[in-house]
């Protein structure tokens, strides 16, 4: 038996514990690994694949990024690309491959699925948007780089009495915001899920003041909607998924402006962007992805394909990749009430 692994769309820290995780349990069941290149790219024209031993995938458990290398490369914009991923997978004699990666690399691997491809996916993304899973590789560590942001700008917006707009990633759905918010002490949260003014949050830093808060803390996803305030920012340009660039939004530096220019308060725009990517897993990142990574190949050797791991509670259980992938998961309302409460 020979399976491969590939990561795929954006880096987090984790992919390489799940690597690390495939490898060594593929090794007891005897199977040989292939560690395929940049995501999807890795199957495409001549292949571009390198053999995984124990040796290759040694001390790889605390370093972020993942030594496999990404890309956000989607061969079902063409069907000669998905001919292409298929013959190289018959060429590199790969039994079953196991794709680490959000929706859209779990998208083509359940299409690769539907083509009787032996696929086992894994769920990863630092948005935690997956259906059919509590967690995803990635999350837990971006919340934790965004919580040691936020310490550190309350200080900085106490010193010079300013309102600190944080602007977090999140899409389409503000799990990074509300949970790196919560946990942050932020005085104002906005997510894709729950459009506001900039009337209702002036309003609100205001009574702030008038109680003798003299700073404020306010994390806004990247996707948040103001209902209010209209983007100029041209946004026609779009990846290999059709998803259009929203750090060109500026969503945070409008929101800073508009803030200064309606209440006088003196505000300032901070943008974490990748710094969310980056770093050594968290505690907790690493042993999901460790779990999950030896799932997927114990899914593999029971013949589970179409399936992915997914932490459900404490539990690691199968679920289709159809599931997981239909459609996304957003903020249940009950957390972003709690958070609320703290505004």
Not at 18 to 40: F, M, P, Q, S, T
Not at 192 to 212: F, K, M, T, V, Y
Not at 271 to 290: E, I, K, M, W, Y
Request: with cysteine.
């Amino acid at each position: 038996m020979q399976i491969a692994v590939l990561t795929g769309g954006g880096d987090c820290p984790g992919l390489n514990a799940a690597i690390r995780a495939v490898v060594r349990r593929a090794l007891d069941y005897n199977y040989e690994v292939l560690g395929v290149h940049k995501g999807w790219a890795g199957l495409l024209n001549e292949g571009d694949a390198e053999a995984l031993t124990a040796k290759t995938i040694s001390g790889i458990l605390p370093v972020g990024g993942t030594m496999l290398s990404t890309s956000r490369t989607n061969p079902m914009r063409d069907e000669r690309h998905m001919h292409s991923v298929m013959r190289n997978i018959e060429k590199l004699g790969i039994d079953a491959l196991v794709a680490i990666g959000g929706d859209d690399t779990l998208s083509v691997a359940y299409s690769l699925h539907q083509r009787g491809v032996h696929v086992v996916g894994v769920p990863k993304t630092m948005d935690n948007d997956i259906s059919e899973t509590d967690y995803c590789i990635g999350f837990d560590s971006a919340v934790t780089t965004v919580v040691d942001a936020l310490d550190k700008l309350h200080t900085t917006a106490s010193a010079h009495h300013r309102v600190m707009v944080v602007e977090v990633m999140g899409r389409d759905a503000g799990w990074v915001a509300t949970f790196g918010g919560l946990a942050g002490g932020a005085d104002y949260i906005l997510i894709p899920e729950q459009p506001a003014s900039i009337d209702s949050i002036c309003q609100h830093l205001a009574n702030r003041r008038a109680l003798g808060k003299s700073f404020s803390i306010i994390v806004v996803a990247e996707g948040a909607i103001l209902t209010d305030v209209e983007a100029p920012v041209d946004l026609r340009e779009k990846d290999a998924f059709g998803h259009v660039r929203l750090d060109r939004r500026a969503i945070g530096e409008i929101a800073a402006r508009e803030i200064e220019r309606r209440t006088g308060f003196e505000a300032r725009a901070t943008v974490l962007g990748h710094l969310q990517r980056g770093g050594s897993p968290s505690v907790f990142d690493r042993v999901l992805a460790t779990r999950l990574g030896v799932a997927a190949v114990d899914y593999v050797r029971d013949g589970k394909f179409g399936h992915m791991p997914a932490l459900k509670g404490n539990r690691v259980v199968p679920v289709l990749l159809k599931d997981a992938i239909a459609q996304t998961r957003t903020v249940d309302g009950d957390l972003y009430e709690l958070a609320k409460v703290f505004f």
